[in-house]
Structures are given as C-alpha cells and as structure tokens.
C-alpha cells in the first residue's frame, strides 16, 4: 500500500515537472498593439524600406490594354520594360529599355509614367506620415498572413501633386506593407486637363528573407474622361517586379525624390 502511494507520488510530481517544462518552452504570447504603435513602427521600416530599396538593381515589365471604350470592345495594348542603372555619380534611374505597341483611345503622359515607376508600390514613411490620415480597419487574414489593415487618405490636395488613397495590410510580424489596394490622384487648376490613374492592387514579397518588396500590381479600371472629349475608357494594367539584386559601391546612391 505504501508502495503504491510512493509510485502514485512520484508520478504526479513527474508529471508536473513535465507540465511546467512545457510552460517554460511557450512562447510568450504577442503583445496586442495600439494602431498609434502599429503605425510608429511600420513607418519607421517603410523609411528604411525605401532606402534599401533605392539600393537595389530589378527590371519592371508594364503592360497596358484598353479592354474597351464607352462599352465597345477595344483591342491596344503596349508595354514598357523599365530597368534600375546606377550612374558613375552614384545616381539611381528607373531607365525605359524598350517599348512595344501603342495605345490610341487615351494618351500616355509622363505623369501616367511617373506613377508606375515612382508611385507605384506606395510606400508610407515617417515623411510621408504628417501629409496622411489613416484609420485602423481590424485585423484580417492575407494568404497566411496575419495583418492589420488601415485606410489612407491625404489630410489635403495640393494642386499639381500626386496623391494616394486607398488601404493598406500591414503584416503583424514583421511590421511592413504587405498588400495595398487604392488609387494615386492628382488636381490640376480648372485650366489644365486632370489625369485619371486606375486603382491598383499590389502584392509584396520577401526578398533577401527581411525586405517585403512589390512584386506583382494590377488594375483593371474605368476611367471617365470629359475633354476633350467625354468617353468611358477601360483599361488593365499589370506591372511585375523582377531580379532583384543588391547593387555594392563606395559610392553614395542618390535616389530619385518622390
């Protein structure tokens, strides 16, 4: 009886042992963060995102279609191809290598150009943090990943200068852009025509495991133009992300200002 007792006892105390141990190898569980921490510290890595970034060598492929015009099918397509090269002088340039097709329903503006190269993927800084609002969504899952989701607008227009509004995912684990879905704009005064911008879906990937980069966006929009003449244009675009490659030099890259 004795004996039996002793065994009963020391399997307890061996199984507490074990529970304990079990306890001890848990992972504390993740602090639930405020949308003001979340926003301080994934700003704080869009900042040195977009540093890394100007950093690195890719190649952009852009294709863009007009699927139709004021409801009728259309059939234009072009696409540009975009390499990164670094100047002697450390200068960083997003260079146009070739261009193929040509649309003829819409123009193709420089500032059309300037938005997939420099705006698009959006990114959000510490610099860019003052010039927006943004309001925390919830949490929701993307693939297998947990992120918290925010909307974005500019706290004010500013004639002439691009703009984006839109929602962004922020991963829960590493704190960067993950997805973001919106649409960049700009005011002209009421002398110059206003340029209209499809809303784009981008994804990110890691790259080098630390640094979420864009690596595919798409739009499949309509745009409503009223000069010079009024017509209802579709258009899709895609744009992809590629090779990415660290560039190593003694030179200091001066990035191309957003």
């Not at 947990?146 to 004639?159: G, L």
């Not at 003449?229 to 258009?235: D, I, K, L, T, Y």
């Amino acid at each position: 009886m004795v004996r039996a007792r002793c065994v009963v006892a020391l399997l307890v105390l061996f199984f507490a042992g074990l529970s304990a141990a079990g306890r001890q190898d848990q992972k504390p569980a993740k602090k639930d963060l405020t949308p003001e921490e979340i926003i301080k510290a994934f700003t704080a890595n869009e900042t040195q995102l977009f540093d890394v970034w100007t950093q690195y060598y890719y190649r952009q492929v852009a294709s863009i279609k007009i699927i139709s015009v004021d409801g009728n099918p259309a059939n234009e397509a072009m696409t540009l191809k975009f390499e990164v090269v670094f100047l002697d002088n450390g200068t960083r340039e997003v260079k146009l290598i070739e261009r193929t097709g040509r649309l003829r329903s819409l123009l193709w503006t420089p500032e059309d150009q300037d938005v997939i190269t420099n705006y698009s993927p959006f990114t959000l800084t510490a610099k860019d943090l003052p010039s927006y609002s943004l309001t925390y969504e919830g949490k929701e899952k993307v693939d297998e990943l947990d992120t918290y989701v925010f909307s974005v607008s500019p706290k004010s227009v500013e004639i002439g200068k691009l703009h984006f509004k839109g929602k962004i995912w922020i991963d829960n684990g590493d704190l960067q852009i993950v997805r973001t879905v919106g649409r960049v704009f700009t005011q002209k005064d009421a002398s110059q025509l206003t340029p209209q911008f499809p809303e784009f879906e981008t994804i990110r990937q890691l790259v080098d495991k630390k640094y979420w980069f864009p690596i595919w966006s798409h739009a499949d929009s309509v745009l409503e133009y009223t000069k010079p003449v009024a017509q209802s244009v579709r258009v899709e675009e895609t744009i992809t992300y590629e090779g990415f490659k660290r560039f190593t030099s003694s030179v200091n890259v001066k990035p191309v200002k957003k």
